[in-house]
């Protein structure tokens, strides 16, 4: 029972991982039905922005004195920073591209993710950049079980970007906006919603949560690397596609799904298949549920 | 007509640089594969800067006879077989005079079988599966140790050190660490170690609460790591300290990373691994660092091997006077010399012996902890 219960918590941690970077690509496909493969790129970026802020303050010796502030700093300026690449990104890689196929959008999107990740490495080196201290050190210890500090952060921190987010979509006027632009670009221009504008403000709230997630994920692990971005990120959009792309709540599932299945899978069954588990999960949820476990909204509720 | 001439004339200039590199300048070619992007770019790295010290200090030296100056081609395998062999045919392309590399066990073996074929002498500073020279290739030569030399070793120092009775074992599934691990196994269970489980891991895996948790409710007295590279090792390491884990942790020689500590912290104290011995306090590793460190930081793992096969490899044209592969291969024979990492000799196989101790991490430093011969060093 204990072993399951660790489990358990493990399971939760991972998919509140994964659960934050599916937010993010969800959100945009919600919108112009991209998907942005260098999703899992903006992730990184964060989480070497996160490094290099937390890194300077540590040095500057305001890490010990005040931790919270400091942390809270390196937050705004990663999410800050992403959201800024992400329009960035936005503008020179798929607004071009907007007329064009789908596939032309969706190529250029997996070309952006290998420039940035090797863009990246070239400006920050191949060795794995270091989170100068464990923050949060310590947790819970009953015995068996031990919950860190860390993991219940991850966690509520997932749970309150979630609310967030579905009070900034479905109770806001620019969530409306985004609505609107997500059913009919052309006629929510007609009535004056810049779509353009919301377009780009989608991306950089997407790229915003992709950055929170890796300055958690930077925390929790020790360290990030320019090329972490890529496997998060392919679980991630399994787990939006398994929630129902498009789907806030659905991506949210879709994560907690896919880091339970994981860890349940190496914890009771075998370390190596683990992978395996996760994605025949997402296949059979795709083949007998098409639009995902909380469906695809056509109608006026999609982001 | 007119258009007819003018692209011959375009292409026969575009053939000039190719033409003029053989006429003016005489170029000695040296070959470097290692995984230069990817997962374990940074060990990669490393080789190519021990291979670049080692040109740069010959050249200084007044470089080989016959030759204006020796160039390196560094190759990029990314760990991954096809790309090694592709790097591979690169570099007979270039007519290379040797080859310091691969990294990966796994590409280091297919790529050794095409520079086989071309007679092009293949040094490995990181390559320890047994068949990298177990299957008699003339022109295939190893720098580091053999796993079948470490594993023992491991398993006596788990034995006789730690004085286990039982060991946890998980493994990324790679070429060496299966290879290690699986020995490990065996060697162990021939000394009376109960070997509660072997596990795997995916490669690039970053989450392994899975694994641990299941390794904490083992409890065993020793828990044995062998992963491919620093990097995934010192993330198990962190977790396993937020876990509670407390068997010992034992590892082996991939992790013998600066690096490791820095990544790992806290959770890298007591760890112990297995490391062929390099004496720091040797004058020719002292004079490597002043020349390394200033250029490209810390000393890592597989810079001082790259490093001695290079120089073994220059030194060996030097005294051939020639490229041809069976005259300089006669005089790689011949060596005996004190290099940075180890006293250089080979053996016919083209091994150049083991020397595996037991390293035990303090206060943030690999501090050489327990031999085989003497047990516990003071």
Redo the contacts between chains.
């Keep these: 029972m204990e072993?399951f219960i660790?489990?358990l918590i493990?399971g939760l941690?991972?998919g509140g991982m994964y659960a934050l970077i599916a937010l993010g690509y969800t959100m945009v496909y919600g919108v112009i039905q991209l998907i942005n493969f260098a999703h899992g790129e903006f992730f990184a970026a964060g989480g070497y922005v996160g490094a290099i802020a937390l890194g300077y303050f540590s040095g500057l010796g305001y890490m010990e004195t005040h931790p919270i502030l400091c942390l809270t700093g390196a937050f705004v300026l990663a999410m800050g920073y992403c959201a800024y690449l992400a329009i960035g990104v936005e503008k020179v890689a798929y607004k071009p591209l907007r007329k064009n196929s789908r596939l032309a959008a969706l190529l250029s999107a997996l070309g952006m993710s290998i420039f940035l990740s090797?863009g990246m490495?070239l400006t920050r080196g191949?060795?794995?950049a270091?989170y100068p201290?464990?923050l949060f050190q310590g947790?819970f210890?009953f015995g068996?079980i031990?919950i860190?500090y860390?993991q219940i952060t991850i966690v509520s921190l997932t749970a309150a970007l979630l609310i967030g987010l579905n009070i900034l979509v479905f109770k806001t006027k620019v969530g409306m906006a985004m609505r609107a632009t997500a059913q009919d670009k052309t006629m929510s221009a007609l009535v004056a919603i810049g779509s353009n504008r919301i377009i780009s403000l989608t991306f950089a709230i997407g790229a915003g949560l992709a950055a929170a997630a890796g300055i958690m994920?930077g925390l929790y692990?020790?360290?990030v690397?320019y090329?972490?971005g890529f496997?998060?990120g392919i679980k991630a959009f399994a787990a939006a596609v398994l929630g129902g792309i498009g789907n806030i709540t659905g991506a949210m599932i879709g994560g907690l799904i896919i880091g339970m299945v994981?860890?349940?899978?190496?914890?009771y069954l075998?370390?190596?298949y683990?992978?395996v588990f996760a994605f025949i999960i997402l296949i059979g949820v795709l083949y007998f549920k098409p639009t995902g476990i909380m469906g695809e909204n056509i109608d006026d509720t999609r982001v | 007509m007119k258009k007819r001439v003018v692209s011959i004339l375009v292409m026969g200039l575009i053939l000039v640089p190719f033409l003029c590199g053989g006429v003016f300048a005489k170029t000695l070619r040296i070959g470097s594969m290692s995984p230069l992007t990817g997962r374990y770019a940074s060990d990669g790295t490393d080789i190519k800067n021990g291979v670049l010290t080692a040109i740069a200090v010959f050249e200084e030296a007044g470089g080989i006879p016959g030759f204006d100056k020796i160039e390196l081609f560094a190759q990029d395998t990314a760990c991954d077989p096809r790309q090694a062999v592709a790097s591979a045919n690169k570099l007979i392309n270039l007519e290379v005079a040797g080859v310091v590399g691969a990294y990966c066990s796994s590409s280091t073996i297919p790529a050794s079988d095409v520079l086989a074929e071309e007679d092009i002498i293949m040094i490995t500073p990181a390559s320890t599966n047994e068949k990298v020279t177990d299957r008699g290739l003339p022109y295939m030569f190893r720098m580091c140790g053999r796993d079948d030399d470490q594993a023992p070793a491991a398993a006596k120092f788990i034995k006789e050190s730690l004085e286990a009775k039982t060991m946890f074992i998980v493994d990324d599934k790679t070429t060496y660490s299966q290879g290690l691990a699986d020995s490990v196994a065996k060697s162990a269970e021939s000394m009376g170690i109960k070997i509660l489980a072997h596990e795997h891991v995916n490669q690039g895996d970053k989450d392994f609460s899975a694994i641990l948790t299941m390794a904490k409710k083992a409890n065993a007295d020793v828990f044995y790591m062998s992963l491919q590279g620093f990097s995934p090792a010192a993330m198990m390491m962190l977790q396993a300290k937020r876990l509670g884990m407390k068997s010992q942790i034992v590892t082996q020689d991939a992790v013998f990373q600066p690096k490791f500590m820095e990544v790992a912290k806290d959770a890298a104290e007591g760890v112990c691994l297995t490391y062929g011995f390099t004496d720091p306090s040797t004058p020719e590793y002292k004079a490597f660092e002043e020349r390394y460190v200033p250029k490209y930081g810390k000393i890592a793992a597989y810079a001082t091997y790259a490093y001695d096969a290079a120089t073994s490899l220059l030194k060996s044209i030097k005294a051939a006077g020639t490229t041809d592969p069976a005259k300089v291969k006669a005089e790689l024979m011949k060596l005996d010399f004190q290099g940075v990492a180890k006293h250089v000799k080979f053996a016919a196989n083209g091994d150049s012996g083991s020397s595996y101790i037991a390293f035990k991490v303090v206060d943030g430093k690999f501090v050489p902890y327990w031999e085989p011969v003497n047990g516990l060093i003071k």
Excluded: R, W
């Design positions: 072993y660790q489990q493990n941690t991972l090797n490495m191949v060795y794995d270091v201290s464990e947790g210890d068996m031990t860190s860390l994920y692990y020790g360290s690397k090329d972490m496997v998060p994981e860890i349940f899978g190496a914890g075998s370390g190596e683990k992978d």
